[in-house]
């Protein structure tokens, strides 16, 4: 079974403050993808890499993924309530079979105004 | 859009009652999974099926089945509900892209179920 690490495990910061969740794993990816969660509800796609060292921007979060394909990072510029959530990263791996998502245990992010 | 419903959002059932979760797509995917989420120990995957009436065990199958009797619909059975199964259950279905190989999984809102 792979592995994906994040960190950190939870992280609670002031509206307007900056934060960097990462995810690693030992083994190198095929592609990785970043979920958000809200309460109660299930995880809904923020981005996928493929390519190392890539980069991603959607609004104030910039997603990289490492050169080697072994990590990725997910940066939040002023950082706002409304992305409060958890953050799943999850990867598929290269030789692996392609049925099976792996799932970090995720970030969970508060936000306070 | 995509869509992912489940049939409950909230079940409170009784050890040894026999439970069914139901989860529909409207996309036609062929591939469709429940895992089950729970705090500390993140997504975990129960079962998988890649076509109507095909199946695969996840990682957590002991005490689960399922059943996909039509393209749009995959079912989670507890057989006999035991307090340890009290947990979020979520389904997704998925759609992959060529090369380079990519997948997206779309779930649905969850069913938080608590066995007594």
């Known amino acids: 079974t792979q592995l994906l690490e994040q960190s950190p495990q939870f992280l609670s910061i002031q509206e307007g403050e900056n934060l960097t969740v990462y995810c690693n794993s030992s083994?190198?990816?095929?592609?990785l993808q970043w979920y958000r969660q809200e309460p109660g509800e299930g995880p809904v796609l923020l981005v996928t890499?493929?390519?190392?060292?890539e980069v991603k921007k959607l609004k104030r979060l910039t997603f990289q993924f490492g050169d080697a394909r072994k990590d990725s990072s997910l940066h939040i510029t002023a950082a706002q309530p409304g992305d409060t959530g958890l953050y799943l990263c999850?990867?598929?791996?290269?030789?692996?079979?392609?049925?099976?998502?792996?799932f970090g245990k995720g970030t969970k992010l508060s936000v306070i105004p | 859009d995509v869509k992912v419903t489940q049939s409950s959002r909230y079940l409170v059932k009784r050890t040894g009652e026999k439970v069914f979760l139901e989860c529909v797509q409207d996309?036609?995917?062929?591939?469709m999974f429940w895992y089950r989420q729970d705090p500390g120990l993140g997504l975990r995957l129960i079962y998988f099926?890649?076509?109507?009436?095909?199946?695969e065990k996840g990682d957590i199958p002991e005490g689960y089945s399922v059943s996909r009797e039509k393209k749009e619909r995959f079912s989670l059975i507890l057989e006999s509900a035991s307090t340890n199964q009290t947990s979020m259950y979520l389904c997704?279905?998925?759609?992959?892209?060529?090369?380079?190989?990519?997948?997206?999984?779309?779930f649905g809102p969850g069913t938080r179920l608590l066995v007594l």
């Open positions: 997704a279905s998925r759609t992959i892209m060529g090369q380079p190989y990519q997948e997206t999984q779309y």
């Open positions: 083994s190198v990816f095929s592609s």
């Open positions: 890499v493929v390519t190392g060292g």
């Open positions: 999850a990867g598929t791996f290269s030789g692996a079979g392609s049925y099976q998502l792996t």
């Open positions: 996309m036609d995917h062929e591939n």
């Open positions: 099926s890649y076509d109507v009436k095909m199946k």
